[in-house]
């Protein structure tokens, strides 16, 4: 199986879904199916069906998130030195040369990603198009609005 890169914040949130949908929703999605069970027919019973349905996704999920786990690099951009590289983990400040609109992302893996927190995918186009650059460089993404060039400002890891 390959790894799956996280930062060690990322791993935490991880972490503590799987905590809370064994210790909490699991049981609460028993009670449910026991509740619904004590109505009597099951065969027409809607509580039942959506109950089942709702207890197959949580151990899905629970599943999903111990594999993840299991799979995880943590990377803890702090203790990083990539040469002024940008790397996973690396937060870097862009400037847009067209507009000259400035942002900030981190880049993180890909279920810590929130585009409104500026936490971007390592899988998305501009993630791909920052890796390996440094302060100066110019990456070019494609975006849905047609292409765009970045300046990268600086590079950290923290």
Known sequence: MNTIPLTRRGAE?????????KSVERHAVIQAISEARAQGDLSE????????DKQGFIEG??????????????????????????????TVD???????????????GDDEADLKLGLVSISSPIARALIGKEAGDVAEVQAPGGVKHWEIVAVRYA
Do not use: C, M
């Open 13 to 21: 949130k991880l972490k503590d879904e799987l905590h809370r949908l």
């Open 45 to 52: 019973n809607a509580e039942y069906d959506a109950a089942k």
């Open 61 to 90: 999920r629970i599943l999903e998130l111990e594999a993840k786990l299991a799979a995880a690099q943590i990377i803890d951009p702090a203790t990083l030195d990539a040469g002024g590289k940008v790397v996973f983990g690396a």
């Open 94 to 108: 862009l400037e847009d040369e067209d507009s000259g609109a400035k942002v900030t992302y981190q880049i993180v």
